[in-house]
């Protein structure tokens, strides 16, 4: 069983940068993949950044250039730093975790976190 819990959501304002964390608890697989999907009201889930245990990184096309996923594997933590916010950034950031090998999709993921609000104000 894995525990996923986030942190450091909130609001800011266009232009500026917040940093979310996310810990995986509990019997973590040594081989993993850690990721960042975010849904806005009306919209469908969608990825931000994920990262693999050994460090390589995909993120969504809205994001790169201005969000960094990074992650320390001592902690089971990954980070997601966002730079340069817009209000379309504004939704609810979940963190999910995939144990092994294979998971290029949401559902691949075997644990979610509650979700951390990010808003953007213009």
């Known amino acids: 069983q894995v525990q996923v819990v986030e942190s450091g959501g909130g609001l800011v304002q266009a232009g500026g940068s917040l940093r979310l964390s996310c810990a995986a608890l509990?019997?973590?697989?040594?081989?993993?993949?850690m990721g960042w999907y975010r849904q806005a009201p009306g919209k469908q889930r969608e990825l931000v950044a994920a990262?693999?245990?050994?460090?390589?990184?995909n993120y969504g096309h809205s994001v790169k250039g201005r969000f960094t996923i990074s992650r320390d594997n001592g902690k089971n933590t990954v980070y997601l730093q966002m730079n340069s916010l817009k209000p379309e950034d504004t939704a609810v950031y979940y963190c999910?975790?995939?144990?092994?090998?294979?998971?290029?999709?949401?559902?691949?993921?075997?644990?979610w976190g509650q979700g951390t609000q990010v808003t953007v104000s213009s």
């Open positions: 990262i693999t245990s050994g460090g390589s990184t």
């Open positions: 999910g975790y995939c144990s092994g090998y294979g998971c290029y999709e949401e559902t691949d993921y075997d644990y």
């Open positions: 509990g019997s973590i697989f040594s081989i993993n993949v």
